[in-house]
Nanobody, 122 residues
Framework: EVQLVESGGGLVQTGGSLRLSCAAP?????????VGWFRQAPGKEREGLSC????????YYEDSAKGRFTIASDNAKHTVYLQMNNLRSEDSAVYHC??????????????WGQGTQVTVSS
């Protein structure tokens, strides 16, 4: 089992930035090839944002994240980041990271973090 710990959420004004971190304190296993970021707002379904392949750094973005969000990894620190810029009120949600064998829908991921709250005020 892989433990994931998210951090970096908080309260920010519209137009501001946050950098979320997803750390695996015990490291990733050989089966953990991709880390994805998701978010879920109250009353809404979970939404995929971005994914990174750990061994070659390939990145994927959903339309809602393109242009404003950037995913990156520091494999030495077993940490994946999500840089979020120009935040809007509709970005307010609980943000989760997850690890799995490849980038895909939420059902492809094996382990999830507990989430970090992001609130964007206007």
């Amino acid at each position: 089992e892989v433990q994931l710990v998210e951090s970096g959420g908080g309260l920010v004004q519209t137009g501001g930035s946050l950098r979320l971190s997803c750390a695996a304190p015990s490291g990733f296993t050989d089966d953990d090839l991709a880390v994805g970021w998701f978010r879920q707002a109250p009353g809404k379904e979970r939404e995929g944002l971005s994914c990174i392949i750990l061994d070659d750094g390939s990145t994927y973005y959903e339309d809602s994240a393109k242009g404003r969000f950037t995913i990156a990894s520091d494999n030495a620190k077993h940490t994946v980041y999500l840089q979020m810029n120009n935040l809007r009120s509709e970005d307010s949600a609980v943000y989760h990271c997850a690890v799995g064998g490849f980038c895909g829908t939420e059902y492809e991921y094996d382990y999830w973090g507990q989430g970090t709250q992001v609130t964007v005020s206007s």
